[in-house]
């Protein structure tokens, strides 16, 4: 993550003893990314466009799948604030440059994300979630209503 940081995160909490300047920096910083977004926007593929657009913020990944060249994550957006909202859906990420530490991810609250320009791949997709982080470089993604995850 380049604009919305773990420390950053961290320090706007209630009692980190830096929730001002904190603040302020985030406010500051989600201005950048959203002028940096405007102007890539043109070269991203569509679909990215779409996810980044629909917030995933407070999303709880139910399941996640990954082969050679694909990931899957099923997400549970019932309490957050995104407009996929109040359904599962499943994010399928296809053309993936490597392979993604999935360890510890069921579970975890989608906080926030950043989706970059990629030499590699059509897109980078960075996730800040409640324990770690998650990189994905791939050439496109689907969305699409999923069965409620178990």
């Known amino acids: ?20 300047a ?7 910083n989600s201005d950048i990314y959203q002028a940096y977004r405007h102007i890539i926007r043109p070269l991203l593929p569509r679909r990215i466009v779409q996810v980044a657009d629909g917030s995933l913020h407070d999303a709880v990944v139910r399941r996640v799948v990954q ?21 599962p859906i499943r994010l399928t990420f ?9 360890r ?12 970059h320009l990629s030499p590699r791949t059509r897109f980078n997709l960075q996730v800040l979630l409640t324990e770690s982080e998650l990189e994905i470089e791939a050439n496109d993604v689907k969305f ?3 069965k409620a995850a178990t």
């Open 1 to 20: 993550m380049i604009f919305f940081t773990r420390e950053l995160f961290l320090g706007y909490q209630p009692k980190s003893g830096r929730e001002r």
């Open 22 to 28: 904190a603040m302020r920096e985030w406010d500051r």
């Open 67 to 87: 082969s050679k060249n694909k990931l899957e994550l099923t997400l549970d957006t019932s309490g957050s604030f995104s407009r996929f909202c109040p359904r």
């Open 94 to 102: 296809t053309g993936l440059r490597r392979q993604v530490s999935i």
């Open 104 to 115: 510890g991810l069921v579970g975890q609250w989608w906080l926030y994300d950043e989706v």
């Open 144 to 146: 699409e209503r999923a």
